[in-house]
């Protein structure tokens, strides 16, 4: 009786061990790296705010910031001054031809009352074509003169186009005095502060995106053929008192080149000398960190 108590003992503790070996089981590690991301400017001028911190986090779009831009909101309203004043000199050729269209209709009123006395015989030929030949006249000066108001107009307005296109330029110089974080991810490493004098590239600070973290890890030349594009593979990390948390990744680089191993990365077969880098995207659910180490098993 003692001896079979004693061997179901030995055979649980042999299973534990066994399934303990299994779960700590992997074919490659490496470290948690992420995509960084430096900040800068694109504007020139003193920073007027600044609001950014190492270790800070940052949503996609999140104002942090903006270089001074008065002197560009003084040259937008300059050349929007320009603008109206040239425009204000556009004719308004209605009111310009008013008094010609009134001698226009009086005219024609004299030509058709000519008209009417020529069929009585109360005129001569010769009124009536000094008649019909005022009211061609007065057309023609019409004509011509609204000619040369049209010219006058298209000259304005096309002289007003270049200014507006410097106000686009202007606008878009504006907007780039702000300073817009462009990703969701933690604050690195800060370069800048209030009140410096920048200019157009100056590193502002770096931003690492943590949403999705990549696992860089290495693998034999004999493993090689086992990492594809795409494959997804079961990554393991270390959550401490001898517990694992489980993610999936996905490969989505495998180097064409070997290298010899990182001294604080193990392998599967740690008397390789060359490996292959391989690059893991993991979704973090908030505990994986940039640095961390982490262990992939290919499915």
């Not at 061997?7 to 948690?32: K, N, Q, Y």
């Not at 270089?67 to 003084?74: A, R």
């Not at 298209?154 to 817009?180: A, G, H, M, N, Y």
């Not at 949403?211 to 990390?237: C, E, F």
Request: hydrophobic share 35%; charged share 25%; aromatic share 8%.
């Amino acid at each position: 009786m003692n001896n079979s108590v004693l061997l179901t003992c030995i055979s649980s503790a042999a299973l534990l061990v066994s399934c303990s070996t299994s779960e700590m089981d992997f074919d490659a590690a490496g470290a948690f790296e992420s995509v960084e991301t430096i900040v800068s400017t694109e504007a020139s001028g003193t920073i007027k705010e600044f609001n950014v911190e190492e270790g800070q986090t940052l949503q996609k779009g999140q104002f942090v910031g903006y270089v001074d831009s008065v002197q560009l909101y003084l040259r937008d309203k300059q050349l929007e001054a320009q603008i109206a004043s040239t425009t204000s000199q556009i004719p308004d050729v209605s009111v310009q031809i008013a008094s010609l269209k009134s001698q226009l209709d009086q005219a024609k009123k004299d030509q058709v009352r000519m008209q009417n006395l020529f069929a009585r015989e109360a005129a001569t030929q010769q009124q009536l074509d000094n008649a019909n030949t005022q009211v061609d006249m007065v057309q023609k000066q019409i004509d011509a003169l609204r000619s040369t108001l049209d010219i006058n107009t298209t000259t304005l307005e096309k002289s007003v186009t270049p200014f507006k296109r410097q106000i686009d330029q202007t606008k878009d110089q504006i907007s780039k005095c702000q300073i817009v974080n462009p990703i969701h991810g933690t604050v690195l490493t800060k370069y800048a502060q209030d009140h410096e004098v920048v200019m157009p590239g100056k590193a502002l600070y770096k931003i690492a995106e943590t949403d999705t973290l990549i696992l860089r890890a290495y693998v034999t030349s004999a493993q090689l053929n086992l990492a594809k594009l795409g494959q997804k593979v079961k990554v393991m990390v270390d959550k401490g008192a001898k517990q694992y948390g489980y993610y999936t990744g996905t490969i989505y680089w495998v180097s064409e080149k070997s290298e010899f191993t990182p001294k604080t990365i193990p392998t599967k077969d740690e008397r390789a000398d060359l490996v292959y880098a391989i690059k893991i995207r993991v979704v973090n659910d908030g505990f994986l960190k940039i640095g961390m180490y982490g262990e992939m098993k290919f499915q």
